[in-house]
């Protein structure tokens, strides 16, 4: 695994996924391709223009969204839905890879991280001649939400992110799960945990345009007390630990790997976001080192050579 080896990785061989978007209900197709060291995330809108297509996957791009993390470039390109992609990146220990995509959503495949883990093993990851950069936390971020949610960075050896959820419906409940990120802990915790949601909120998001694209196949249902999908949970505690795994997808938007311990109480999308971008505005909350040696961070970390790539 790739996890924790000093130096960054790419692609061995491009891996195509295609499959419904979980809210246009679009069908929609991609390939994750390699990329240079150094290159980071980025996505590229093939269904558009090509001086606009670039996407980039950080979270100086990203912007609030209902039910998903979504990115916009400067001239107003976006890409959602794109979390559960980025929580297979960080796990496998992808660091730079190009993405192709015929849409303006990621397509949500079993709603899980399953099927894209799957697909990079079997492209393979090929190490760079260039070393990984790491973001450490150096004091607690906290951020908060009006209903009451919470999300907070700390300074942590490892990345480590602990999360509680609440629902009123039985079927889910009150639960926790605490998560260390290292070689093989994606796989083996969080890969196949799906996304979730009550049948009562089904009608008010299609109405809202959401989750046109939902299924059974695609997302796990409760209804007073019951889950509808037959087989039921694939794991136990799914729904929790489909928050994390949500939640290492939003951290990776920091554009490389972090080392912090997570805490969020009912968190989502906007929250981690929020808390991500916080972190990036406090020049004093973190540095960035290189393996095998440390580098002091500077005022320069808003990436430069992404924001270029944006332009391009």
């Not at 996924?17 to 197709?29: A, N, P, T, W, Y």
């Not at 998903?68 to 001239?75: A, D, Q, Y």
């Not at 949500?108 to 399953?114: A, F, R, T, V, Y």
């Not at 994606?186 to 909120?201: G, K, M, S, V």
Request: include cysteine.
């Amino acid at each position: 695994m790739f996890v924790e080896q000093p130096f960054q990785t790419t692609v061995r061989q491009i891996a195509h996924l295609e499959g419904i978007g979980l809210h246009s209900g679009r069908f929609v197709r991609m390939a994750i391709c390699p990329a240079p060291a150094n290159s980071g995330i980025k996505f590229r809108r093939i269904d558009i223009d090509g001086q606009l297509q670039t996407v980039i996957a950080h979270a100086s791009y990203a912007e609030r969204a209902r039910l998903c993390t979504r990115i916009v470039n400067s001239e107003g390109i976006t890409l959602e839905t794109i979390e559960h992609l980025m929580a297979a990146f960080a796990g496998v220990g992808l660091d730079n890879a190009i993405i192709e995509i015929d849409a303006s959503e990621a397509p949500i495949l079993d709603g899980s991280s399953q099927p894209v883990l799957d697909a990079l093993n079997n492209a393979g990851l090929e190490i760079l001649p260039a070393r990984r950069k790491y973001m450490i936390v150096t004091k607690p971020i906290e951020v908060q939400l009006d209903c009451g949610a919470w999300a907070r960075l700390e300074p942590a050896d490892q990345l480590q992110i602990d999360v509680k959820i609440e629902f009123d419906d039985r079927a889910i409940g009150n639960q926790s799960f605490s998560y260390s990120h290292s070689d093989g802990s994606f796989a083996a915790e969080l890969a196949t945990a799906r996304t979730f949601c009550q049948l009562r909120d089904v009608e008010l998001m299609q109405n809202a345009g959401l989750a046109l694209g939902g299924s059974l196949n695609n997302a796990i249902v409760v209804d007073d007390g019951k889950i509808l999908n037959e087989g039921g949970l694939r794991i136990e505690r799914e729904f929790v630990r489909h928050k994390v795994l949500d939640c290492l997808g939003d951290l990776f938007l920091i554009g490389m790997p972090v080392k912090a311990k997570m805490t969020a109480s009912r968190p989502g999308h906007a929250l981690s976001t929020k808390l991500v971008q916080t972190l990036l505005n406090d020049p004093t909350a973190y540095k960035v080192i290189e393996a095998g040696g440390e580098h002091s961070r500077s005022d320069s970390f808003a990436m430069p050579e992404l924001a270029a790539a944006a332009m391009a």
